[in-house]
């Protein structure tokens, strides 16, 4: 999911001298990559706004190539981790599994007991355990290696019993929930974490990251584009 932005300057090119017109690629590259950092800024303003309370890793995923001498466009794309998050948000669609969920065999949603971070979010520390607690992981040092993507393995039922297990998963009404267990041996309890959903969630188009870019540079572009152009002409007949 990206966009690259090229652009067209003979209308500009009109009205200007021979001298002028030396100046323009310098000052294309120059108004491009001005732009880049316009629509980069606009998108992630918008992500904040789609997100409520984004993680820094999903707000700083949008990057972008700058423009240079012999490659006049610039490129706005977003991070390889972030792309389905994103793709979902801007295009709409059915959301993927995510990587727990692929090795629990199923998609599930997040309980309102669990203890979450300050993103509304289990942390992958607590994730790598709900995994190794349930034997989702082929190995049982596998906790410690999270790239094992070759292959989905099912939860062992009902979760370890054993020394140093802290998640089970059991069914309640039907539906498989992941519990933490707690308050130790005098008080033990379990709340729940994970609970299983029937069918993964379907989102609406909320980030408009194609129709703010189109507008930005439509609107923005031959402003800078002049400006730019004065720049370098003024640069360079200072050292002529």
């Known amino acids: 999911m990206q966009i690259s932005v090229t652009t067209d300057i003979k209308k500009a090119q009109k009205n200007l001298s021979l001298i002028q017109k030396r100046y323009i690629p ?3 590259v120059k108004a491009l ?32 190539t700058k423009a240079k001498m012999n490659d006049r466009s610039i490129e706005l794309f977003w991070r390889d981790k972030a792309y389905p998050i994103m793709k979902a948000q801007i295009d709409g669609g059915d959301r993927r599994l995510k990587r727990h969920e692929q090795r629990l065999g199923r998609p599930y949603v997040i309980s309102k007991d669990a203890k979450q971070n300050k993103y509304g979010n289990l942390t992958r520390a607590t994730y790598n355990k709900i995994l190794a607690d349930l034997q989702a992981y082929r190995y049982s040092d596998a906790a410690q290696n999270t790239k094992l993507k070759s292959q989905r393995y099912s939860p062992r039922s009902g979760g370890g019993q054993g020394k140093g297990v802290k998640f089970i998963q059991k069914k309640v009404n039907g539906r498989l929930m992941v519990f933490e267990k707690y308050g130790g041996k005098r008080n033990p309890r379990i709340r729940p974490v994970l ?10 188009k909320r980030h408009p990251f194609y129709k703010l870019t189109r507008s930005l540079v ?3 572009f031959p402003r800078q584009f ?7 002409m003024t640069g360079c007949l200072l050292y002529t």
């Open 33 to 64: 990559n001005w732009l880049a950092g316009d629509i980069w800024a606009a998108n992630k303003k918008a992500t904040r706004q789609v997100f409520s309370n984004p993680t820094p890793f999903i707000e700083k995923s949008i990057l972008y």
């Open 26 to 28: 310098k000052a294309e």
């Open 195 to 204: 609970v299983n959903i029937w069918s993964l969630p379907n989102y609406k």
């Open 218 to 220: 439509k609107r923005k």
């Open 226 to 232: 002049d400006r730019a152009l004065r720049a370098v």
